[in-house]
């Protein structure tokens, strides 16, 4: 770190580590992090699928014994868990760093999941145990969101960050295919007071290595600078360097131009944070909101019912639903892994607001084709995955925009606010479609309900066509400036301070 006393505030620190990350090439140590810090999403896409695969086998007799509502709201209060997680935690991620949270969230989600696996009864103090179970699952996920975001963003190289995180994001549907697997095999091959126990069991088991491995990982040096902490930055910033040496990679010098002058960052609570979001950045503000709000109502709304419409529409068996699930997994994993690159190079704004488009062309169609019942079971999981080919690729990017247009200092806040709104809204989409489905006699509510969605998802392409933020390759102190900082020629919306 190079100080320039004559140049730099009083009280303020002059860093280059934020171009010292950005100029690093891709080593062993950003795949080792990936690996360690995405399995976030794999332990939600497990969990969420999970849920909803044994939901039907808690009602038996033989197991919890459970009402039909009492069984539905397992999931309510999972996903009620993730909201009030993301809030809090991701709170304590800016204020803690981002290391003590991504093991912290992580061991809440491990305790809940687990304890979930040990309710032995239906009264009412075991329901009451089972639902506080499933929400303290729900809570260690959504603070893996705040916190693995934002460690991931300040981690990755600048040219990488897109294609990282949106592959990241999608791994979700890896979390999918690995429960619906699992859980088809645990409730097949077990009794069903054992299956479903197994396949809550699942997630732990994962969690449980993934754990030792990000004790090794270190804290964000974008966060410790951020924070006064410039020595522990400093041998942050010298340690990942070394392993990039280590494997043989030139490191060449950093520019002195290339350095931003930063004061410790203050306390920063939700209300300061909706007046950076609000006043200073009101149009980065709608952009992540009207993409979050979007993606999240069609995915809710289709994930949710699909097999709803495939037994009351097709005449698919229950039993048969989740091998045409496994595909519908697999075409959403598909688009991150496969485009998610063009999202750096093409750029987001084009790549975003094409992508929510074209979903929702494609959906429409399909809707005019499932009026008229040219589809199949078959036919229809096909359109799915195309569709959600290009969709899941734009909701990853969702994720990313809301990590990387707002300043360092409210940036895991900023991900958890706009996750919960995204929350609250997608889950209007289950209780919309479940009422269209009915008992699957008449196509015509549910052909309306593909257009609504369909409608949703261009209306977010369209906002994104208008209000995108070009990030592509860019720092993130470049895509917004840090509220305490200080770069000769760097300005960007709103140029916010805190005052």
């Known amino acids: 770190m190079t100080t320039a006393p004559e140049a730099t505030a009083p009280g303020a620190i002059r860093s280059l580590i934020p171009a010292r990350i950005d100029r690093l090439p891709w080593s062993p140590f950003h795949t080792r992090m990936v690996v360690a810090l995405g399995v976030a999403w794999i332990l939600d896409g497990l969990e969420i699928t999970v849920a909803s695969a044994v939901v039907a086998t808690l009602t038996e007799k033989t197991t919890l014994h459970l009402s039909t509502t009492q069984a539905g709201l397992i999931a309510t209060v999972y996903l009620v868990g993730e909201v009030v997680g993301a809030l809090f935690f991701g709170h304590l991620s800016d204020k803690l760093g981002r290391k003590r949270l991504f093991i912290i969230t992580l061991a809440v989600y491990l305790l809940g999941s687990g304890l979930t696996a040990l309710t032995l009864g239906n009264g009412p103090g075991w329901i009451l145990f089972l639902y506080l179970t499933r929400f303290i699952s729900g809570m260690g996920i959504g603070g893996e969101y705040a916190a693995i975001n934002s460690a991931i963003d300040e981690?990755?190289?600048?040219?990488?960050?897109?294609?990282?995180?949106?592959?990241?994001?999608?791994?979700?549907?890896?979390?999918?295919?690995?429960?619906t697997l699992g859980t088809f095999i645990f409730l097949n091959q077990l009794s069903p007071n054992v299956g479903w126990r197994a396949a809550f069991l699942l997630g732990p088991v994962l969690g449980l290595v993934i754990i030792f491995v990000r004790r090794h990982l270190p804290e964000s040096p974008r966060w410790q600078v951020m924070h006064g902490r410039e020595a522990e930055a400093e041998g942050t910033i010298d340690y990942i360097e070394h392993e990039v040496r280590e494997g043989?990679?030139?490191?060449?010098?950093?520019?002195?131009?290339?350095?931003?002058?930063?004061?410790?960052?203050?306390?920063?609570?939700?209300?300061?944070?909706?007046?950076?979001?609000?006043?200073?950045?009101?149009?980065?503000?709608?952009?992540?909101?009207s993409l979050m709000i979007t993606q999240s109502f069609l995915y809710n709304a289709i994930f949710f019912t699909y097999v709803l419409v495939l037994t009351n529409f097709y005449g698919v068996s229950a039993k048969s639903a989740p091998l045409f699930l496994i595909a519908f997994a697999?075409?959403?994993?598909?688009?991150?892994?496969?485009?998610?690159?063009?999202?750096?190079?093409?750029?987001?704004?084009?790549?975003?607001?094409?992508?929510?488009?074209?979903?929702?062309?494609?959906?429409?169609?399909?809707?005019?084709?499932?009026?008229?019942?040219?589809?199949?079971?078959?036919?229809?999981?096909?359109?799915?995955?195309?569709?959600?080919?290009?969709?899941?690729?734009?909701?990853?990017?969702?994720?990313?925009?809301?990590?990387?247009?707002?300043?360092?200092?409210?940036?895991?806040?900023?991900?958890?606010?706009?996750?919960?709104?995204?929350?609250?809204?997608?889950?209007?989409?289950?209780?919309?479609?479940?009422?269209?489905?009915?008992?699957?006699?008449?196509?015509?509510?549910?052909?309306?309900?593909?257009?609504?969605?369909?409608?949703?998802?261009?209306?977010?392409?369209?906002?994104?066509?208008?209000?995108?933020?070009?990030?592509?390759?860019?720092?993130?102190?470049?895509?917004?400036?840090?509220l305490s900082a200080r770069r000769p020629g760097t300005r960007v919306e709103g140029s916010a301070r805190l005052s």
Not at 163 to 172: E, L, M, Q, S
Not at 264 to 272: M, Q, T, V
Request: include cysteine.
């Open 248 to 289: 043989g990679r030139d490191l060449p010098p950093v520019p002195e131009d290339k350095a931003i002058e930063i004061s410790p960052a203050e306390h920063i609570g939700y209300l300061a944070l909706a007046r950076v979001l609000f006043r200073d950045y009101p149009k980065r503000a709608v952009y992540g909101a």
């Open 155 to 179: 981690l990755i190289p600048a040219r990488f960050r897109g294609r990282v995180d949106i592959a990241v994001n999608g791994t979700y549907w890896a979390g999918a295919i690995i429960g």
């Open 330 to 482: 697999v075409g959403n994993l598909a688009g991150p892994l496969t485009i998610g690159h063009l999202f750096d190079t093409i750029g987001r704004k084009k790549m975003i607001s094409g992508t929510y488009i074209l979903s929702g062309v494609l959906l429409a169609i399909t809707a005019f084709l499932f009026r008229a019942e040219v589809l199949t079971a078959f036919t229809q999981t096909v359109a799915w995955c195309v569709i959600f080919f290009f969709a899941s690729a734009g909701a990853s990017a969702a994720y990313l925009t809301v990590s990387e247009i707002f300043p360092q200092e409210v940036r895991a806040k900023a991900i958890a606010v706009f996750f919960a709104i995204a929350q609250c809204f997608g889950a209007l989409g289950p209780v919309i479609y479940g009422a269209l489905i009915g008992d699957g006699t008449d196509r015509v509510p549910m052909f309306y309900g593909y257009l609504l969605g369909a409608g949703v998802m261009i209306v977010g392409g369209v906002i994104a066509a208008v209000l995108g933020i070009a990030a592509e390759g860019k720092s993130l102190e470049d895509v917004a400036t840090p």
